[in-house]
């Protein structure tokens, strides 16, 4: 087996296997990371029967994790996106914050939309939004796109219960504090999202893109109430909080109890997912099989990715690199 530095150098190349599989020969992210773990496993000297316990144990217990979580999120994030309840949100927004600055109001509302729905979908069914406020303020179209683009992408990557922060979270052990991560996840996100913001004022009036064409845009869809649009995106969150304050204060008896229970991620998302059934235009097979399958479909592709990166994290494990780290960074606290 690999020891000392060699182990380093075999990650280094690991790393770069992985960037070029993806960036270069195009292979799929989960194939790439799937492949160079087996081959840092082999590389470093690791028995077969361990390199598969690894890889099997990394994914299962990441998937038993956070699996069930992420497809709740994507779920909800399908239903507000196609009942018009992140629009509604959308509108809601733009009538609080008005049209003095639109970049920044189109920010505020991806930031707020990017949370339950995925940022592609969001600045699709926000296209049309954005267009009906260029047109009546007379703001170029690229400004408040980027503006948009901003608030979608800060919020998309960094606060629960999207998907893909539950999803980091699970890979770090930390699903139990997804209170803390989403106030984090929120201190990050609003500076970057502001600083985006000041760029798209600056850069937005240069732009002159080729944008699609439209349907007329004062003809904007029905919309739910805005109680049931925000209902499954603020009820896990209200809960995970509740049950995140309930642990700080050591609170004891039943009610910590129960708070416990159903502030746990995935009761939290599930009722949220429940909540959000109100949403649906009708209970039947379209809506209750069609909607609910295509937000399992969309979870996927976060869901294999996720485990992929168990599988590689948990090989790492089996290896002597961390005890060689720990060792060499301990060597250097001595030295100085």
């Given amino acids: 087996m690999l020891t000392g530095p060699w182990l380093l150098f075999a990650l280094f190349v690991t790393i770069g296997l992985i960037v070029w599989l993806s960036s270069r020969a195009k292979v799929h992210p989960f194939m790439a990371l799937l492949l160079a773990t087996m081959g840092l496993g082999l590389a470093v000297g690791l028995p077969g029967p361990d390199i598969l316990k690894a890889v099997q144990d990394g994914f299962g217990s990441l998937m038993g994790y956070i699996g069930l979580i992420v497809v709740l999120g994507s779920i909800i994030g399908v239903i507000l996106e196609r009942s018009g309840g992140a629009l509604r949100i959308a509108m809601a927004l733009l009538s609080v914050f008005g049209k003095g600055r639109p970049a920044l109001a189109m920010s505020l509302i991806g930031g707020v939309v990017g949370i339950p729905v995925f940022c592609d979908s969001g600045f699709i069914i926000l296209s049309r939004l954005n267009q009906v406020l260029a047109e009546r303020t007379g703001k170029p179209p690229a400004s408040l796109a980027l503006g948009l683009a901003a ?39 609003i500076p970057t999202a502001l600083v985006a913001w000041g760029f798209a004022r600056w850069q937005g009036g240069r732009l002159q893109p080729s944008l699609p064409e439209l349907p007329p845009a004062a003809d904007l869809p029905a919309l739910p109430p805005l109680s049931l649009a925000l209902g499954p995106i603020l009820l896990p969150v209200l809960l995970i909080a509740l049950a995140s304050l309930s642990r700080l204060l050591d609170w004891e008896g039943n009610g910590a109890a129960v708070l416990a229970f159903v502030g746990s991620p995935l009761i939290a998302l599930l009722l949220g997912t429940l909540l959000a059934g109100a949403l649906l235009p009708r209970w039947d097979e379209a809506h209750l099989s069609g909607w609910i399958g295509d937000g399992i479909r969309q979870a996927g592709p976060i869901l294999v990715l996720t485990g992929a990166g168990g599988a590689f994290g948990s090989l790492l494990k089996a290896t002597p690199l961390a005890d060689y780290v720990a060792g060499w960074a301990g060597e250097g606290q001595l030295a100085g």
């Avoid at 998907?163 to 699970?170: D, L, Q, S």
């Fill in 151 to 189: 608030g979608l992408y800060t919020t998309h990557t960094l606060v629960p219960p999207t998907p893909g922060p539950i999803a980091a979270a699970g890979n770090l052990g930390a699903t139990d504090y997804l209170g803390t991560i989403i106030l984090l996840g929120l201190a990050f996100a």
